[in-house]
């Protein structure tokens, strides 16, 4: 757990300080969520250690927790930093925007969804606040409810086929989620034997939420507080809708005569074995592990040969998925391999 430990909380620590005393602190955080991840991934070649694929751990819950419970002052200071009364320059703002949202997305995010597939209910809830927090609370359930059913397949908006840039995807994932998510949710609240009262839709918490953070914000930084946080949410959903594409990009699962999809296999996600981005990501590029048991806690996923592997690390991948041509061009061999193996 240690190295989870180092990886996901040092940039907290980090961030704190670049919004609090600015300078150098700020490209301190840049640099290790960014150049320094991607040094250690190249430095330290080896996998984590297996702990075993059954158990939870109580270390690896604790730190799901503590990092959860972090995101909400985190959010605090970073919009007074960015938009606020911080003193800080132009560049430093803009420094701390890219380094906010570049934790929210690529720890925050990760992080969210451990909690939101943990079986205690005040966990979910904790993961479900922090997607609201970052204006994107309909990610629970639309990941829950539609992309662990329907992943791989049309019916899930966060699959993206083959040839589909970064742009296009992202323009529709993001509404058809939260529509497919509310679809959805209605649906399970129609199947009740007693209607449950409108107020106690998810949705009306993550809309409801999401306006109390932008009212947060405005009492933060006023309205130049209240656009550094959306800003930052942008920016951090902008890695959340990477994530996704990157993780299922081109990989569909088989349809039968009948029209029902083949079961979920190690076949239908991208993973990255590269170690130092994989602990602060919690293992989320251990994807392929995730969707076939779902309820295993991050330190025990697992990588084996038969999971598809990205050629590059996640990060890296996420950065040329922004040129669509080049990603195409990248990937079109080993999405070729992967749609071929019977």
């Known amino acids: 757990m240690i190295f989870f430990d180092i990886a996901t909380l040092l940039p907290v620590v980090l961030l704190f300080a670049g919004a609090i005393l600015g300078g150098g602190w700020v490209w301190g955080a840049v640099l290790w969520i960014t150049v320094l991840t991607w040094a250690l991934d190249h430095l330290v070649r ?11 751990f109580p270390t690896g819950t604790g730190l799901a927790v503590g990092l959860g419970v972090l995101h909400f002052p985190l959010m605090a200071v970073a919009v007074w930093a960015v938009g606020g009364a911080s003193g ?31 079986s205690t209910r005040w966990q979910q809830w904790l993961g479900r606040a922090i997607y609201v927090v970052l204006l994107m609370g309909h990610h629970a359930s639309s990941h829950l ?4 059913i329907h992943v791989g397949t049309a019916r899930d908006p966060a699959s993206a086929p083959a040839g589909l840039g970064f742009w296009r995807y992202a323009m529709r994932a993001w509404p058809g989620s939260f529509l497919a998510g509310l679809h959805a949710e209605n649906a399970l609240r129609a199947r009740a034997a007693t209607p449950p009262p409108a107020w106690s839709n998810p949705y ?31 920016y951090a959903q902008l890695q959340i809708l990477l994530s996704d594409y990157l993780q299922h990009y081109g990989l569909r699962r088989r349809v039968d005569a009948n029209g029902r999809p083949e079961p979920v296999g190690p076949r239908h996600s991208w993973n990255g074995p590269q170690f130092w981005s994989s602990a602060m990501m919690l293992n989320a590029p251990r994807h392929s592990h995730h969707h076939t048991h779902p309820g295993v806690a991050f330190p025990a996923l697992d990588l084996t040969d038969q999971m598809p592997t990205l050629p590059r690390a996640v990060p890296v991948m996420a950065v040329v998925a922004l040129v669509p041509p080049l990603w195409k061009r990248m990937m079109a061999r080993h999405v070729a391999r992967w749609a071929n193996d019977k």
């Not at 701390?96 to 451990?114: D, I, K, T, W």
């Not at 409810?145 to 662990?148: E, F, S």
């Open 46 to 56: 080896r996998a984590a250690v297996v702990r075993g694929v059954t158990s939870e």
């Open 88 to 118: 800080h320059d132009l560049l430093h703002r803009l420094g701390l925007l890219v380094a906010f949202g570049l934790f929210f997305g690529q720890v925050g995010h990760p992080n969210a969804h451990e909690l939101i597939h943990k």
């Open 145 to 148: 409810r539609v992309h662990h």
């Open 204 to 234: 009306a918490g993550y809309l409801g939420g999401a306006a109390l953070c932008l009212g947060a914000a405005v009492w933060i930084g006023g309205l130049t507080g209240m656009l550094a946080y959306l800003g930052i949410a942008a």
